[in-house]
T-cell receptor, first 114, second 114 residues
Framework: DQQVKQNSPSLSVQEGRISILNCDYTNSMFDYFLWYKKYPAEGPTFLISISSIKDKNEDGRFTVFLNKSAKHLSLHIVPSQPGDSAVYFCAASARSGSARQLTFGSGTQLTVLP | SAVISQKPSRDICQRGTSLTIQCQVDSQVTMMFWYRQQPGQSLTLIATANQGSEATYESGFVIDKFPISRPNLTFSTLTVSNMSPEDSSIYLC???????????FGPGTRLTVT
């Protein structure tokens, strides 16, 4: 049972336009959400996060929106740049004992076309 | 954040053998995590390794197959034992520095079992 879902395996956008990556979750215990970017042959790089008490968090070109009632979050990248081409993973966090564990979605391959 | 290194970066191993992967962090951290990313799949948590206690394994992963050591607050090893081609994956370690809710990942170890 996938608790974190990214239903779009790939997305292509033109340079300068907005990229919107989507993520859905099912576990109501998740209270912190993260986006990671992964280039081939590298580990995932933390991009931006949001707490469940907020509905928006912005960092430069990256904005994450959270809709708790819909159990949905999205990552907006504007303007998109060719260097943004990577696999983007959505992750959700819940406390489990003394640790916080991450559950990852399956990823979306973003391609930004020059 | 934290700077994390892994050794080896890649290896090709024969079935039935074992490989030990090392993870080194540039600062002391309580929680370290080991993940697996099988080809075309998302990241799956193998175990959580706290210094001074036994690692906690996720469902589907057992200590006999993936023994973990955590001798101090900056280092951990994961051994993939009695390997089969199904163990061919990228293995990643991550850390959650201090009270951070984010995890930071190493570059990964790409393992191919023939």
């Amino acid at each position: 049972d996938q608790q974190v879902k990214q239903n779009s395996p790939s997305l292509s956008v033109q340079e300068g336009r907005i990229s919107i990556l989507n993520c859905d979750y099912t576990n109501s215990m998740f209270d912190y959400f993260l986006w990671y970017k992964k280039y081939p042959a590298e580990g995932p790089t933390f991009l931006i996060s949001i707490s469940s008490i907020k509905d928006k968090n912005e960092d430069g070109r990256f904005t994450v929106f959270l809709n708790k009632s819909a159990k949905h979050l999205s990552l907006h990248i504007v303007p998109s740049q060719p260097g943004d081409s990577a696999v983007y993973f959505c992750a959700a966090s819940a406390r489990s004992g003394s640790a916080r564990q991450l559950t990852f979605g399956s990823g979306t391959q973003l391609t930004v076309l020059p | 954040s934290a700077v994390i290194s892994q050794k080896p970066s890649r290896d090709i191993c024969q079935r039935g053998t074992s490989l030990t992967i090392q993870c080194q962090v540039d600062s002391q951290v309580t929680m370290m995590f080991w993940y697996r990313q099988q080809p075309g799949q998302s990241l799956t948590l193998i175990a959580t390794a706290n210094q001074g206690s036994e690692a906690t394994y996720e469902s589907g992963f057992v200590i006999d197959k993936f023994p973990i050591s955590r001798p101090n607050l900056t280092f951990s090893t994961l051994t993939v034992s009695n390997m089969s081609p199904e163990d061919s994956s990228i293995y990643l370690c991550s850390v959650a520095p201090g009270t951070s809710l984010e995890q930071y990942f190493g570059p990964g170890t790409r393992l191919t079992v023939t």
